[in-house]
């Protein structure tokens, strides 16, 4: 009988052990939370502007200060191996370009609108070799550079794109291609933007790689058509215009110039002293243009604030002619947006902590080249917090 109640104790000691291992490596399912992944920031910034070509009612210049907020809120999910589909918003309006919403508006709600809404599937995916498929509306699907000259870093396209690359550990070879809907309209010909752009980034050893590429934009059915101006202030962001045909609107201007820009890009990344130096710079030429049909630009940055206690310096000159490209696109801070200026933008920013980060920039800048050439300086200070 004794020997008969070792025999089962052993038996449910065993089976207690091998039932408390089946838990332990149970793995539970996955949930669609699993899949989704969530991003965004919050930015507040301090501006303070200079615009000679803007007077108060004593025919005065006067220096605009004002504070500024922009909240950006984001989700990615993968629905399956090959295909991912994102959604975000942000605060903002109208503007194609900034998220920005100024305060002292009588603590007034502020708009927050969608800004990215797209799918992207997965094409080609093996070693070094991708390929994918962008429909919707998305990020700039372009190799840009730190200062770029036909875009707005807060710009989201629409239409479809593809990107693709491929090379080894020294070489990487791109290139990405997009139609993109700029303007639909029911009774004439649509505002599109085929374009196509492909370079090379090459690694000379891990402290040295060159990056160096050709972007085409065509601006298809734009020369002629009555120039989309969100802020309804008969405003052509610096291109040269003819009369347009709406009548009793807010814009009676049309754009007078066709826009096929070329862009030559170029980028040299080093580390010097433990820390990432690059150079970089843009030619632009605009052959559907009669006149004022160039752009340039050119730059440089230390350091990267990623890390906490990590901080970042940077420089860059851009010029842009009256009609080099469509003015509605480019960056919104340089002499106050669009096209016909010039100058130097200086920016420093540091990393306080994890996820959040203090910079300052400031535009040295002139805008006007074609007509009564005004100065325009600009200086932002901002906190960002990130998740």
Known sequence: MKQLR??????????????????TNVVAPKSWVDSITFKGDVRYRYESINDDSKLNAGKETYTR?????????????KCNDQLKAGVAFSTGQSDPISGNQTLGDGFGKKDMKLDMAYFDYTLVEDGPTEA???AGKMNIPFTTMQDDLVWDADAR????????QTGNEDLTLFANGAYLWYLERADKEDLTIYAGQAGAKYQFVPEVALTVGASYYGFNNFKGADVVDWEAKNNSYGNSTVKGTVAGGTTN????ADFTPVVYFAQLDLWV?????????????????SNYDQGHMFGASLGKAKNPKTWELGY??????KDATVGALTDSDRWGGG????GSKFVAKYQIQKNLQIGASYFLDQKGLTAATKDYDRMQLDLIASF
């Open 6 to 23: 070792q025999v089962v104790g052993a038996v449910l000691v065993a089976g207690v052990g091998v039932s408390g291992m089946a838990q």
């Open 65 to 77: 200060q004002r504070d500024r907020v922009r909240a950006r809120l984001g989700a990615e999910a």
């Open 132 to 134: 994918h498929a962008i």
């Open 157 to 164: 396209p629409e239409g479809v794109a593809v990107k693709g």
């Open 253 to 256: 201007k049309a754009w007078a």
């Open 273 to 289: 002293c433990g820390l990432p130096l690059a150079f970089f710079a843009q030619e632009l030429s605009n052959g559907d243009a």
């Open 316 to 321: 860059s000159y851009a010029e842009l002619q």
């Open 339 to 342: 096209t016909d200026g010039k």
